[in-house]
């Protein structure tokens, strides 16, 4: 029996070195850690129960035969994230580079069909170099049958990808095609094709930093929600992040225990706009300190800054938090921002977290550059996505809600659950001087007539009132209770049952 027990302890310590001592050496010195060592981060203490350790590939090609690790390259199992559930699958790059084989891609599907059945969140950590190049076609079905398991489970629980090194070829899909994918900044990076090639196909000359870093996939591309300074960093915010999301579509928010009162009042919310309606705020000073011991987890948060996105609490319940934000382009809806906000309100729609939205939108952003690159579809996606939402959703204009994005913004006309106004509120087609300016062409030639059409068309517009006559504004609100509000609106909303009509699935513009 002592002989058995340890043999199991060697072959353990074998295969927990991956691909030896130096290549672990290699890894830390490139400032990563190694597979094992970041499911230890992310895991709650002795709670993660490791599948397949002994898992080796069957390739007899270039002499792969002789050259076998335990393993193969990616270390999985299940753990629990705060007491809560949770698969995961680290690439561990010590092997073959962290590189996909069929025996591989087999482990990693396990743990797919595990949390998928057992309705509990996924967590890719991704360090590798894209497909075994030895296997060849053994590892393209591989992916296919990795990426076919991402898009039946999505909508039906979480899945997360992680990129916290290469992340090249075929591993760049499965990612794609997950809720959220977040980087590491300076040793992570992703591209569908590295420098060497784009250099042959295309004679740009590109570093692979340049190319798929964690500030162009953050900045430019919005392929990734946010990055972080390191492992570790990246790792606890997992852990934050968790706290935030239902196990799966069925489950409903978590709860957790808060010591901030819903009926909290913040009196300096009675001065955050400006008298100058021209004047920029922080829509995030807001959002602190309305939610849960302003405790913000904000996604996408340098890409179409423009609008806000992320989770926070009210009475210890995750909710979403969509705003536009008057500090920058003035808050204005442009293709970027629809598309973010757009795909952040589909993840809260399918797993039941109700929606609060924050509106003092100017509109949409006027230009050949806009036009040309697709607004009207852009747009579309976002004003489609609250349409179809059925989750709880409160609105709170607090200045500006003019023209199309007063509709697209969460608005009654879409089904918006609770619509309230600060006092501040200006909800018009267009603003005074744009549309005296039409009304009024004759008046142009005179300073003195067309600024009383403004003045005229102010008074009359630009206030919440005409919306609030119609019972488009449920209610105009002060704003220092807007916290006590939203709390109890959402509370309101707990039962709401809501269904679409049947169909196989919709056909959001793409
Ligand atoms: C087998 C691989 C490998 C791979 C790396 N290795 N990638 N082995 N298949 N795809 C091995 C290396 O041989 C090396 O082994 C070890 O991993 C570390 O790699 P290095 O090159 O020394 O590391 P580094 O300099 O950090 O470069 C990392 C890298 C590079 C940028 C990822 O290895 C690389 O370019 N790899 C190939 C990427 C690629 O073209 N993948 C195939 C994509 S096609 P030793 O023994 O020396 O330590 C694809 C199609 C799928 O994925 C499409 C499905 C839809």
């Avoid at 969509?322 to 906000?341: E, F, H, I, T, Y």
């Avoid at 006309?413 to 619509?419: A, E, K, P, S």
Wanted: net charge negative; glycine share 8%.
């Amino acid at each position: 029996m002592k002989d058995v027990i340890q043999e199991l302890e060697r072959r353990r310590d074998e295969a927990r070195l991956g691909g030896g001592q130096a290549r672990i050496d290699a890894q830390h010195k490139r400032g990563k850690l190694t597979a094992r060592e970041r499911i230890e981060l992310l895991m709650d203490d002795g709670s993660f129960e490791e599948f397949d350790t002994f898992v080796e590939h069957r390739c007899a090609e270039f002499g792969m035969e002789k050259q076998k690790v335990p393993g193969d390259g990616v270390v999985t199992g299940w753990g629990t994230i705060n007491g809560r559930v949770v698969y995961v699958f680290a690439k561990d790059f010590t092997v073959f580079g962290g590189s996909l084989s069929q025996a591989h891609a087999q482990k990693i599907m396990k743990i797919q069909d595990m949390a998928l059945k057992n309705r509990a969140p996924i967590m890719g950590l991704f360090d590798a170099g894209g497909a075994r190049i030895q296997e060849g076609v053994d590892a393209l079905g591989g992916y296919g049958e990795v990426f076919l398991r991402n898009v039946l489970s999505s909508g039906v629980i979480p899945q997360i990808s992680v990129i916290m090194g290469p992340c090249a070829g075929g591993d760049v899909y499965s990612p794609a095609m997950t809720d959220f994918i977040f980087m590491v900044k300076d040793t992570s990076y992703m591209f569908v094709t590295g420098p060497d090639v784009v250099k042959t196909v295309t004679n740009e000359t590109v570093t692979a930093e340049e190319l798929g870093g964690a500030r162009v996939h953050t900045t430019k591309s919005s392929i990734a929600d946010r990055a972080y300074e390191n492992d570790v960093e990246a790792l606890l915010q997992m852990r934050r992040l968790m706290d935030f999301l239902p196990s799966n579509n069925m489950d409903g928010v978590p709860e957790l225990p808060t010591h901030d009162r819903a009926d909290r009042v913040d009196h300096s919310l009675d001065t955050l706009i400006p008298d100058n309606p021209n004047k920029p705020y922080d829509i995030k000073e807001l959002i602190g300190k309305v939610v849960d011991e302003a405790d913000f987890f904000e996604i996408q948060d340098t890409f179409a800054k423009n609008i806000v996105t992320g989770f926070a609490r009210m009475e210890g319940r995750t909710v979403g938090i969509v705003a536009n934000q008057p500090m920058v382009l003035a808050g204005v809806l442009d293709s970027d921002a629809s598309r973010k906000a757009a795909r952040f309100v589909r993840f809260c729609d399918c797993f039941d977290i109700p929606i609060v939205t924050f509106v003092d939108v100017p509109g949409f952003l006027p230009g050949t550059a806009q036009e040309y690159g697709g607004l009207i579809k852009h747009g579309a996606k976002l004003l489609f996505a609250y349409a179809e939402a059925t989750v709880p959703k409160v609105t709170v204009i607090t200045r500006k809600a003019y023209g199309g994005a007063y509709d697209v913004m969460s608005s009654k006309h879409i089904r918006g659950d609770v619509n309230y106004a600060w006092p501040t509120a200006e909800i018009a087609v267009m603003g005074a001087k744009g549309a005296a300016e039409i009304l009024y062409r004759s008046d142009l030639a005179d300073p003195e007539k067309i600024k009383l059409r403004i003045d005229e068309y102010q008074k009359r517009f630009a206030n919440p009132f005409v919306a609030a006559e119609r019972g488009y504004i449920d209610e105009v609100i002060l704003p220092s209770g807007t916290r006590q509000r939203i709390c109890r609106a959402l509370n309101m909303l707990r039962n709401k049952t809501l269904e679409n009509p049947w169909k196989k699935h919709d056909n959001i513009p793409l």
